[in-house]
């Protein structure tokens, strides 16, 4: 009996210690780090959306019962945004903009605050380079509402607002016909790569659905929509250097490049526009997800995870991690969320690991702190190491007296 209370004991150190270094490391890591603006894992999220780049640029949530914006007006809508836990890409959790379908309702989206970044961390701005990438699981459209108002025709994964006379830099959308929208313009709203057609008028260059590759395809290849109620992951990135200073753009589908070159519109080594704030009968501050900034069309409704905002282009190999379903993992992660952590020792603890003995607990402490993928590896912060040892110090005087 004394051998059972003492276990009881050191079981009871062990999951108090646990829940307390786990409060530290509740959500995932990045898989790719490196000049990293913005990360919204999408694990938990009530009124705001926490940024895990360690920028702190936290994302508002607006909608229905979230509708009261910065400066301009309040929202009117029924649609509402959750944390959906049931279909996550990775972590706990993902998000699910769920539109509404009454006529004249305002969209639901996430504000990103880009002016407010502009104007008090412009080298956080992508400008320069840029990536942005996302993993997104869509329904079928709904052809109720008419207009842009229509469910996913097109979803807008992000879109930003810039000065001079045009709008959306960056804009990134799925069209409701099974294509996607790549829109990237320099500040005066002047095209460096744009849903228009090539000098033969045959193809689409930032307007591809996702089995055509590259600007040269046939383009009487039969066209492959992107996929109803599945996750697909996009990207696209830019960079002013490449070419020879002539600069380079590229989209992503599942990890494949589907279309790039140079330039399409604006020759040579341009910036990217910056996000400016809010303006009067603007719904969102710069940047934003679900919508589009100034008319509130373009609607996203369905799920998102794992978004990533980058101020320099992503290598094709970095694009492959941030597309792989199952990223890769590291030892200790029993329950596969990307991180090491006190959920993991709670798997091992009920026997849910692959080695439930000792081993596997020794697995789970040597690596405790870690994520998965070498592109992103994380190391514990000194005071949550702090924790760890006073509390395995703990457990480690229990055990000898």
Known sequence: MAVARKFDLWVGVMVACAALIGGMNANADPLVTGDLTIYYDFDSFTDVVMDGSGNNFDAKVQDATRK?????????TEGVISNDTSNPVRGAGAIRFAQSATPGDDPVFL?????????????????????TAAWVNLPEINTTIGGDGNWNSPASILQGSTAGPGHAVPHLHAEGSGRFRLSLRDELSQNIANADRDDSGLIDIGHPYPNQPEIDADPLT???PWPLNE?????????????????????????????????????????????????PGVFYDGLGIGAVYDSGGRRLHGLMDEMYIFT????????GVLALLDPPGVDGDYNEDGTVNAADYTVW?????????????????????????????????????????????????????
């Open 68 to 76: 009261t914006l910065d400066e301009q007006f309040e929202l009117f």
């Open 111 to 131: 504000d990103l605050d880009g002016g407010v970044i502009k104007a008090n961390h412009i080298d956080k701005v992508p400008s320069g380079a840029a990536t």
């Open 349 to 401: 603890r009920d026997g849910g690991s692959p080695d439930d003995t000792i081993a596997g607990y020794n697995l789970w402490k040597a690596n405790f702190g870690n994520s998965g993928s070498g592109a992103g590896a994380a190391v514990p912060e000194p005071s949550t190491l702090a924790l760890l040892f006073v509390c395995l110090g703990i457990m480690g005087a229990r055990r000898r007296k």
């Open 231 to 279: 996750w697909f992951h996009v990207a696209y990135t830019y960079d002013k250097t490449a070419n020879a200073g002539a600069g380079e753009y590229a989209l992503y589908y599942n990890g494949v490049r589907i279309r790039g070159g140079i330039a399409n519109g604006v020759a040579g080594a341009v910036d990217l526009g910056a996000w400016d704030s809010r303006g």
């Open 312 to 319: 320099r282009a992503l290598s094709e190999e970095e694009i």
């Open 222 to 224: 039969t066209p492959e």
